[in-house]
């Protein structure tokens, strides 16, 4: 069963739909039911332009976080496959997380190739909402902008009806910010799962999914988030022969390795975990992931498939990155070195403190998401060997670490991050470590 259509219903007009997530800003507007446990939401004909109802009352059953997998039926828009055959200045494609740092290349990629770009922006988009509606439209020059908050779905509704036009395809760039444990299945499941309804109620046959590489090893909220989202694109396509998904797992970013091009240019040490040698990834830029994602849309060869993606060359450690950039700038190597443990153990305090304060729950989250990526290799996790292999992590592109480190070298300004795709752990090496969490990827 699609997501969209029924289970049952009990007359022409009241259609019944099981819907097992406690967070129901994904679905319409709501209003009790004195008669049940059961909460009850009526969608217009405004939220279902193509539905021949009048009103479509649904009744759902909410349960305990997080939550089991939704009920999936078929679509109502009866999606087709025949845009792949179209010229991309006759598809309609919708992007959500759009002025997220992914989001930002996948949509001038998307209009370079002359698809018609619906693109999805919060009235104050950027970090900590810094951006107003006329910086967004700038970054997205090309795209028709909708403005429209993708973690409440009947606004997000809304102002696609606005705009009165098909969708073909949905490309979902979203990610939490922070990674905190509610703002995961707010954004990474919740957000997402918005976006597949509202595509696929303008006709969307096509879902990609911008995932990550780390989710095969799920030890950390975000993850779980994420798989769940990926796994009922799969149930989808299952139900809906219409349609198809690609999930598209990328490893490390430039932008998330060369956090330490400015500290090292002014004479400090390249920190590292360990000897360095702890974890690896192929790293690919935001260009040509921003490429790979484009050709999902219309590359049946990349239909219904999970797909990893590393960038060209080896698979390079941390300390192999830090002897690249000393190289460059004509530097003697200096490294800082810090164990691991010293992670452990303030995960450890963290952990035992959220559970007199919750409200640090977050805190241990964030500490715990430092440690994955000091120790976590970014490539394929071999299920026969269990262990990363970079042999098996497909790689794309053309542009290299080593061209980037020169350009990041030579006057461009680079955050302070180290090795992690989506999220950013820092440390002031020449004092006490410092832990924080900063947003490469999502709106």
């Known amino acids: 069963m699609s997501l969209l259509s029924t289970i049952s219903s009990s007359s022409s007009n009241s259609l019944h ?44 059953t909410a349960s305990t976080f997080p939550p089991p997998p939704p009920s999936i039926s078929k679509s109502t828009a009866s999606p087709t496959q025949s845009f792949r055959k179209s010229s991309p200045k006759d598809v309609n494609v919708l992007v959500t997380g759009s002025t997220g740092y992914i989001g930002k290349f996948v ?32 970054q997205l020059a090309g795209a028709t902008v909708c403005f429209a908050d993708v973690t409440d779905s009947d ?22 910010r922070g990674g905190g444990i509610s703002d995961s299945w707010k954004v990474d499941y ?34 779980r988030a994420k798989l769940k989202f ?61 490429a790979f994602i484009a050709d999902c849309v219309m590359d049946e060869d990349k239909a219904c498939k999970i797909l990893p993606i590393g960038g060209p060359g080896k ?18 190597p200096k490294f800082f070195k810090v164990p691991i443990e010293v992670m452990d153990f303030v995960i450890g305090v963290l952990d035992f403190l959220a559970k007199l304060f919750p409200s640090l729950e977050d805190a241990a989250e964030f500490g715990k998401i430092g440690r994955y990526y ?19 992590t497909p790689s794309y592109g053309k542009d290299t670490l080593e061209e980037f480190f020169t350009k990041t070298g030579w006057g461009f300004h680079v955050l302070p991050l180290t090795l992690i795709p989506n999220l950013a752990w820092s440390m002031t090496p020449w004092s006490a470590p410092l832990f924080h969490v900063n947003v490469l990827l999502g709106d």
């Open 190 to 223: 919740g957000a997402s799962r918005n976006s597949l309804i509202a595509g696929r109620r303008l006709g969307a046959s096509r879902f990609v999914l911008l995932s990550a590489i780390c989710v095969q090893k799920p030890l950390l909220e975000f993850q």
């Open 17 to 60: 739909l099981l819907h097992h997530h406690n967070h129901l800003s994904s679905l319409a507007s709501c209003h009790s039911s004195s008669s049940s446990s059961s909460s009850s939401i009526i969608l217009s004909p405004l939220h279902i332009p193509r539905h021949g109802l009048k009103a479509t009352k649904f009744t759902i």
């Open 107 to 138: 949509v001038r990629e998307l209009c370079r190739r002359g698809f018609n770009v619906v693109a999805v922006a919060r009235e104050r988009s950027g970090i900590r909402g810094g951006d107003d509606k006329a910086r967004a439209a700038e």
């Open 230 to 290: 990926e796994a009922e694109l799969v149930e989808e396509a299952a139900a809906d022969p219409g349609f198809t998904y690609s999930v598209v797992r990328p490893t490390a970013f430039f932008k998330s390795l060369g956090g330490q091009v400015e500290t090292v240019k002014d004479g400090k040490p390249y920190v590292m975990f360990g000897d360095g040698r702890m974890c690896a990834c192929k790293p690919i830029s935001e260009a040509d992931l921003a």
């Open 315 to 332: 698979a390079l450690t941390p300390l192999e990155q830090g002897q690249l950039l000393f190289k460059l700038l004509g530097r003697e």
């Open 155 to 176: 606004a997000l509704g809304r102002a696609l009806d606005a705009l009165g036009r098909p969708v073909d395809a949905v490309v979902c760039c979203l990610a939490s």
């Open 374 to 392: 000091a120790a976590e290799s970014m490539l394929v996790l071999d299920p026969e060997t269990g262990e990363y292999s970079a042999e098996k």
